[in-house]
């Protein structure tokens, strides 16, 4: 009896964690660079980097972190049940002159757990 119990046991929790492995939450990004072209000196400029969740689980970033100090990120917070939509909002100081290209890496549980997104452009 005791036997029987174990392997059951053991069956239930392989069947549980294959199923929590299939369902996954997956990022489906509008787009991954924005190019800002010229902006002035000392403005910020900021893009929404919109996306939608085309998973099976809800996504949960858990941190969103410039490539430089010269870059903030604000994300959804919230986890994004499949089919709903999110934002990751990044601002560039634009504080010094000349080309730039900042990548922010956006850490999750989705099926990609590290990705990267992209702002480049020319400050005048």
Do not use: W
């Not at 969103?64 to 709903?84: D, L, R």
């Amino acid at each position: 009896m005791k036997k029987t119990l174990s392997i059951l046991a053991v069956f239930v929790a392989v069947i549980t964690f294959t199923s929590m492995t299939l369902a996954i939450g997956e990022f489906s990004f509008e787009k991954e660079t924005h190019d800002y072209g010229t902006i002035p000196q000392n403005k910020p400029a900021s893009y929404d980097f919109k996306f939608s969740n085309a998973g099976d689980a809800p996504i949960i970033i858990s941190e969103v972190k410039p490539s430089c100090g010269c870059s903030v990120a604000e994300f959804t917070k919230t986890p994004i049940k499949p089919g709903e939509a999110g934002t990751i909002t990044v601002t560039y100081n634009a504080a010094a002159k000349g080309p730039f290209t900042k990548q922010f890496t956006v850490k999750s549980n989705t099926k990609t757990p590290v990705k990267t997104l992209t702002v480049k452009g020319s400050v005048e």
